[in-house]
């Protein structure tokens, strides 16, 4: 299949370009569509879908105010022309645009909801549907009813839950912000620029790394002075990353559990003391 005219940076010049391709008879249409299914014709789908690109724009004009790009929507809308071409049967009887229109339709608004936000703006039937409604929400929100009847009028009319349409207006109402992006006339401060690293720098990350080595240098130096059996109670209750129980370190000793307390609680002392003695970090 030659290639398609590129969706370029210029709507006028693309529009320019495809205008160039001549629109189709319902006959021509036909016998296209029969040559491209029976014998895998790739010069008669080509014709089909060149002769429909302007198709494509219009449908595309009609979710120009979702914030998303034309000609993304435009380029989107190509690759479904393409797919409803793979998949339409001339001999059901409709004309091939009618088949196409609803390829397209799928394809762009998916293309939107996928682009809108980082987070899915809808999930379900109800929350898609309201999306594609949010204009007709919107006005509806804006009359001088009551908020609670112009919400359950909007429910009732929609076929949706009140809390889908409050739900959807609330996620409609901003878009994502990348922190990447400029927000001065110069191009240089990014939203990245003004938020708080609550992390420590180098010098503090240095400082406690080296407080942490005396401490622990310290810690060896006191357990020096201790006995073995406090030593061996020390390490298995305090400095373990799973300490044992008092009942499992006296099996182990052959002491009470109640003799393992003491000899802790002494062991403990000798430690706090000699760590007192020690000059200050």
Same mark, same amino acid.
């Given at each position: ?134 204009? @007709? ?18 429910? @009732? ?55 942490? #080595? ?9 357990? @020096? ?35 393992? #307390? ?20």
């Amino acid at each position: 299949m030659a290639d398609l005219p590129a969706v370029k940076n210029s709507l006028e010049s693309y529009l320019i370009e495809i205008n160039r391709f001549p629109l189709l008879t319902p006959e021509e249409e036909f016998r296209l569509a029969v040559r491209y299914r029976k014998f895998d014709d790739i010069e008669a789908a080509h014709r089909l879908i060149t002769s429909h690109l302007r198709f494509v724009v219009k449908v595309a004009f009609e979710y120009r105010t979702y914030g998303v790009k034309l000609l993304d929507l435009i380029q989107e809308g190509n690759m479904a022309l393409m797919t409803a071409v793979r998949k339409y049967d001339p001999d059901k009887g409709y004309r091939f645009i009618s088949y196409a229109v609803w390829w397209i339709r799928a394809y762009i608004q998916n293309y939107i909801v996928k682009t809108w936000s980082l987070v899915k703006i809808g999930t379900t039937q109800a929350q898609k549907k309201l999306f594609y409604k949010i204009g @007709k929400v919107r006005r509806a929100l804006e009359s001088d009813q009551g908020d609670g009847e112009k919400y359950e009028l909007l429910a @009732k009319e929609l076929r949706v839950s009140k809390g889908d349409i409050v739900e959807m207006e609330q996620r409609m109402s901003s878009r994502d912000l990348s922190l990447d992006s400029t927000i001065d006339e110069s191009h240089e401060l990014a939203p990245l620029d003004l938020l708080q690293d609550d992390r420590p720098n180098q010098e503090e990350l240095f400082a406690q790394a080296e407080e942490e #080595r005396v401490r622990k240098e310290k810690v060896s130096n006191a357990m @020096k002075r201790l006995s073995e059996k406090e030593a061996h109670v020390i390490e298995n209750r305090i400095l373990a990353d799973e300490p044992l129980s008092l009942q499992e370190i006296g099996d182990h000793l052959g002491l009470s559990r109640e003799r393992v #307390r003491q000899i802790e609680s002494e062991a403990l002392s000798k430690l706090k003391k000699e760590m007192k003695q020690d000059p200050p970090i």
